[in-house]
C-alpha cells in the first residue's frame, strides 16, 4: 500500500477523531501503521516490511505486488505460529522472533502485540543488531496503535468477510475455519 503522507497528517487525523468522538477511522490507522514502517525502512537494510495479522491477513505493506504481499503475510503468520507450537512443546517458552537467513537476505518475524505480526526483509549483508533493537521499538508502537484503536475488530470482520465469501464460493480450506 503505497500512501503519500502530507504535512497535514496530523490535523487532518485530529480532525477525523473530533468527528468521530475520540476514535480513529481505520484509514488514519492504516496511514499511521503505514508512516511506522516507512520510518523504519529509512534506518536502511530493510528491503521489504508489512504489518500482518496474527492469522495471516496483510494489514499494510510496502511490498510492490499485492499478491506477494498477501502471500508474504500468511506464510510469515504461518511460520512464527508453527515456531510458537514448536517451542511451546518442547517447553522452551514463546519465541520472541523467528529469523530465516539466504543468501538473499533475512527475513524477520515478530509479535507486535497479541493481534498483529511486524515482518521485513532485509539485504543480503544487513547486520541484525541495530534492526532487531528498532524492531522492538517499531514492534512497540504498532501494538499501541492497536492498543488505541479499533483495528482488532476490523482484522475480525475482514477474516470473517473472507471466510464467507469462500464458503459462497463453495471453497471452504479448513484454515479459513480457524481463522474465525
Given at each position: 500500500?503505497?500512501?503519500?503522507?502530507?504535512?497535514?497528517?496530523d490535523?487532518?487525523?485530529?480532525?477525523?477523531?473530533?468527528?468521530?468522538?475520540?476514535?480513529?477511522?481505520?484509514?488514519?490507522?492504516?496511514?499511521?501503521?503505514?508512516?511506522?514502517?516507512?520510518?523504519?525502512?529509512?534506518?536502511?537494510?530493510?528491503?521489504?516490511?508489512?504489518?500482518?495479522?496474527?492469522?495471516?491477513?496483510?494489514?499494510?505493506?510496502?511490498?510492490?505486488?499485492?499478491?506477494?504481499?498477501?502471500?508474504?503475510a500468511?506464510?510469515?503468520?504461518?511460520m512464527?505460529?508453527?515456531s510458537?507450537?514448536?517451542?511451546?512443546?518442547?517447553?522452551?517458552?514463546?519465541?520472541?522472533?523467528?529469523?530465516?537467513?539466504?543468501?538473499q537476505?533475512?527475513?524477520?518475524?515478530?509479535?507486535?502485540?497479541?493481534?498483529?505480526?511486524?515482518?521485513?526483509?532485509?539485504?543480503?549483508?544487513?547486520?541484525?543488531?541495530?534492526?532487531?533493537v528498532?524492531?522492538?521499538?517499531?514492534?512497540?508502537?504498532?501494538k499501541?496503535?492497536?492498543?488505541?484503536?479499533?483495528?482488532?475488530?476490523?482484522?475480525?470482520?475482514?477474516?470473517?468477510?473472507?471466510?464467507?465469501?469462500?464458503?459462497?464460493?463453495?471453497?471452504?480450506?479448513?484454515?479459513?475455519?480457524?481463522?474465525?
Amino acid at each position: 500500500m503505497k500512501i503519500s503522507l502530507g504535512l497535514n497528517f496530523d490535523l487532518r487525523v485530529q480532525i477525523n477523531r473530533i468527528r468521530n468522538k475520540n476514535r480513529y477511522y481505520m484509514e488514519d490507522i492504516l496511514i499511521m501503521l503505514n508512516k511506522i514502517l516507512v520510518d523504519l525502512k529509512q534506518m536502511g537494510g530493510i528491503n521489504a516490511s508489512s504489518i500482518t495479522s496474527r492469522n495471516g491477513l496483510l494489514i499494510v505493506s510496502d511490498i510492490e505486488m499485492e499478491s506477494h504481499a498477501k502471500t508474504f503475510a500468511a506464510m510469515s503468520a504461518t511460520m512464527l505460529a508453527a515456531s510458537e507450537t514448536a517451542t511451546i512443546e518442547l517447553g522452551k517458552g514463546i519465541p520472541d522472533r523467528v529469523i530465516v537467513e539466504s543468501d538473499q537476505g533475512k527475513l524477520v518475524v515478530m509479535g507486535a502485540g497479541p493481534d498483529a505480526l511486524l515482518v521485513i526483509l532485509t539485504e543480503p549483508d544487513a547486520g541484525l543488531g541495530l534492526i532487531l533493537v528498532e524492531l522492538e521499538k517499531t514492534a512497540e508502537k504498532i501494538k499501541r496503535s492497536f492498543d488505541t484503536s479499533n483495528v482488532s475488530f476490523f482484522i475480525r470482520n475482514e477474516a470473517e468477510d473472507s471466510f464467507l465469501a469462500a464458503k459462497q464460493q463453495g471453497g471452504i480450506v479448513q484454515h479459513a475455519e480457524s481463522i474465525l
